[in-house]
T-cell receptor, first 112, second 113 residues
Framework: GAVVSQHPSWVICKSGTSVKIECRSL??????MFWYRQFPKQSLMLMAT?????????EQGVEKDKFLINHASLTLSTLTVTSAHPEDSSFYIC????????FGPGTRLTVT | AQSVTQPDIHITVSEGASLELRCNYS??????LFWYVQSPGQGLQLLLK??????LVQGIKGFEAEFKRSQSSFNLRKPSVHWSDAAEYFC???????????FGKGTRLHILP
């Protein structure tokens, strides 16, 4: 089956620093990847949709300058949280689409 | 507006009992419907999906769901739950390719021994 990986699975960073999360489709090419955010005991909220080679489309209320998304190839999308603050602490999940969305295992970000 | 409603935040059932998790959706066109399961601290695992055809869909781990267009529902069922089924369950709706998936708020399933 289609496998999506995320790296790192868990990261702690200090307030004010930036952190990059990678999302890879391991055995298929995905023209579209999605980034979701999940707060504790809550549902997944779509942050942005990224298409290979073009700018990401952000959902309303998501700061595009804070959450930088790069979809450099058909198998890799990255989410960079810039100038992270404690309120950015969350579980970030990506998905890659080929006929349907396949989800990664998630990355837990803790900002201290 | 597109939305998914899971009316039950928590459900508790005894091991071996039957289970039904409710899901209602609002979608302008023919929806793609999904059920996902998430264990604590883990990603999502797809249980089953409905795109078209037979309205009773069989999934993994003994789960099934029935699409009822007239009721805008896609309830998840299992005839006999196991302790390992304790998790968070998300119903979701999406459109065709490249369309985003909208998740319900989730139902947390607790299993009594």
């Amino acid at each position: 089956g289609a496998v999506v990986s995320q790296h790192p699975s868990w990261v702690i960073c200090k307030s004010g620093t930036s952190v990059k999360i990678e999302c890879r489709s391991l055995d298929f090419q995905a023209t579209t990847m999605f980034w979701y955010r999940q707060f504790p005991k809550q549902s997944l909220m779509l942050m942005a949709t990224s298409n290979e080679g073009s700018k990401a489309t952000y959902e309303q209320g998501v700061e595009k300058d804070k959450f930088l998304i790069n979809h450099a190839s058909l198998t890799l999308s990255t989410l960079t949280v810039t100038s992270a603050h404690p309120e950015d602490s969350s579980f970030y999940i990506c998905s890659a689409e080929v006929y349907e969305q396949y989800f990664g295992p998630g990355t837990r970000l803790t900002v201290t | 507006a597109q939305s998914v409603t899971q009316p039950d935040i928590h459900i508790t059932v005894s091991e071996g009992a039957s289970l039904e998790l409710r899901c209602n959706y609002s979608y302008g066109a023919t929806p793609y419907l999904f059920w996902y399961v998430q264990s604590p601290g883990q990603g999502l695992q797809l249980l089953l999906k409905y795109f078209s055809g037979d309205t009773l869909v069989q999934g993994i781990k003994g789960f099934e769901a029935e699409f009822k267009r007239s009721q805008s529902s896609f309830n998840l069922r299992k005839p006999s739950v196991h302790w390992s089924d304790a998790a968070e369950y998300f119903c979701a709706v999406g459109g065709h390719r490249d369309d985003k998936i909208i998740f319900g708020k989730g139902t947390r399933l607790h299993i009594l021994p």
